[in-house]
Antibody
Framework: QVQLVQSGAEVKKPGASVKVSCKAS????????ISWVRQAPGQGLEWMGW????????NYAQKLQGRVTMTTDTSTSTAYMELRSLRSDDTAVYYC???????????????WGQGTMVTVSS | DIQMTQSPSSLSASVGDRVTITCRAS??????LNWYQQKPGKTPNLLIY???SLQSGVPSRFSGSGSGTDFTLTISSLQPEDFATYYC?????????FGQGTKVEIK
């Protein structure tokens, strides 16, 4: 079946980096994109950015520009999200979600990964 | 950025009630409005896309309407499994912004 499976929980110290993976199966990876969404404890959903599974084009939320990098490996149908210079307010559950292959496709997020808890604490 | 504002932030309702949640965009987004349901500790689940299209597998008691800046999610007869938080989201432009959520609680 169509699914996204994410890597496991992480605990990081402030200033460190984290890289979360999202492996797709059950569909043609290069026909879609992946958006990353995070949710701090008790808070709402925050879109972090998008990457095309076709050509690797990216579009990042302005507040994360310079700290976030999204990449893909089409040979394994896996998307990655790396966040650097972690702070305590980066503590959140990080989700990947299937999106359109371009930003103008304007698709909804119809498939979500199970989420990866990232805790930033000294 | 397009701001999405949901109302109410929370509501209490009984099983069988008709529930309506509204979402307003800060500028026109045509019909590029999606609704998600999230239960505690669970992943968000797509209910409605393109303002009024029911996602496959979603019960028909859920419906969506609206275009431009004003949108509505309606649950025609609230069921016990519907108690959750609901989010609207625009897919008209990036950044893909979400509403702040509406928590539906048991009365």
């Amino acid at each position: 079946q169509v699914q996204l499976v994410q890597s496991g929980a992480e605990v990081k110290k402030p200033g460190a980096s984290v890289k979360v993976s999202c492996k797709a199966s059950g569909y043609t990876f290069t026909s879609y994109g992946i958006s990353w969404v995070r949710q701090a404890p008790g808070q709402g959903l925050e879109w972090m950015g998008w990457i095309s599974g076709y050509n690797g084009n990216t579009n990042y939320a302005q507040k994360l520009q310079g700290r976030v990098t999204m990449t893909t490996d089409t040979s394994t149908s896996t998307a990655y999200m790396e966040l650097r210079s972690l702070r305590s307010d980066d503590t959140a559950v990080y989700y990947c979600a299937r999106d359109g292959v371009t930003t103008v496709t304007r698709d909804a997020f119809d498939i979500w990964g199970q989420g990866t808890m990232v805790t930033v604490s000294s | 950025d397009i701001q999405m504002t949901q109302s109410p932030s929370s509501l209490s309702a009984s099983v069988g009630d008709r529930v309506t949640i509204t979402c307003r965009a800060s500028q026109s987004i045509s019909s590029y409005l999606n609704w998600y349901q999230q239960k505690p500790g669970k992943t968000p689940n797509l209910l409605i896309y393109a303002a009024s299209s029911l996602q496959s597998g979603v019960p028909s008691r859920f419906s969506g309407s609206g275009s431009g800046t004003d949108f509505t999610l309606t649950i025609s007869s609230l069921q016990p499994e519907d108690f959750a938080t609901y989010y609207c989201q625009q897919s008209y432009s990036t950044p893909r912004t979400f509403g702040q959520g509406t928590k539906v609680e048991i009365k």
